[in-house]
């Protein structure tokens, strides 16, 4: 039975990550997302129903469009089976999978956003804030304690903050910004989902991440300095998850 759902999950996973493919190539350009059938970015020929299998048509057809032989955007693959692999870690790690999948697959959309734009837009930090709030209450509902509405809460505001104040501090220090506009809400939204500890442990782990991101540049001969950008929003988004299921409500 495990194994059937670590498989429904993966599939689910799978078919979710396509759409936030999607969702990464075209929001950032303005285009719409569900208007039209699904296409080939370069020559706009129409995908079959063969064509629109979650990593597989991508393996099968060696990553290129069988119409123009274009390169299929990478992107799209990341998401896929990142998609694939929160669905399975969530049945097989979480006390709370269907949550765990929501919140996952969120933090997997921004986390590539700002990857690849460095950009994390506000509507989709508020749609994970709205989510958090929801996942409190049902817990708190769920508990019959009102302190898990009220931790979620704290967290909100502690994890925005933070990073506000952060910002305000660092550029009234060097007279420029040293943040995204994006990343105090993505914070406040994570502090809804795992309150202040959770937001405290997300930082920590995003912290260590930076190094050794950091490291491995270094090491690869970019120069590091002081004013190097890296994405914070990705840090935090790869940090929460774990601590999310680590920690859980």
Do not use: N
Not at 16 to 36: E, Y
Not at 102 to 126: E, T, Y
Not at 195 to 222: I, K, N, Y
Request: with cysteine; glycine share 14%.
């Amino acid at each position: 039975m495990t194994a059937a759902l670590v498989f429904g999950a993966m599939v689910l996973g799978a078919v979710i990550g396509s759409f936030l493919g999607l969702v990464l190539i075209r929001l950032p350009d303005g285009r719409p997302l569900v208007a039209g059938r699904s296409a080939c970015d370069t020559c706009d020929k129409a995908l079959g129903a063969l064509e629109l299998f979650p990593i597989v048509s991508w393996a099968i057809q060696g990553g290129k469009c069988r119409e123009c032989g274009s390169a299929i955007d990478r992107w799209q693959l990341a998401a896929e089976a990142g998609g694939a692999l929160i669905g399975a870690a969530a049945v097989l790690l979480s006390w709370f999978p269907a949550w765990a999948m929501v919140l996952g697959w969120q933090l997997l959309l921004l986390a590539l956003l700002d990857l690849r734009h460095m950009w994390l837009p506000h509507r989709l930090c508020a749609l994970l804030a709205a989510s958090g709030a929801l996942f409190a209450l049902v817990m708190g509902y769920w508990a019959a304690d009102v302190m898990v509405l009220v931790q979620s809460m704290v967290g909100g505001v502690f994890g925005f903050a933070t990073l506000w104040l952060l910002g305000q501090g660092y550029q009234a220090w060097r007279g420029q910004e040293g943040l995204g506009g994006g990343d105090p809400p993505l914070l406040g939204a994570i502090g809804l989902w795992l309150g202040p500890l959770g937001v405290v442990h997300t930082v920590l782990v995003a912290s260590l991440g930076g190094l050794v991101v950091a490291l491995v540049l270094h090491q690869a001969g970019r120069r590091i300095a002081p004013d190097t950008m890296l994405p914070l929003g990705t840090l935090l988004a790869a940090a929460a998850w774990p601590v999310f299921l680590w920690q859980g409500f």
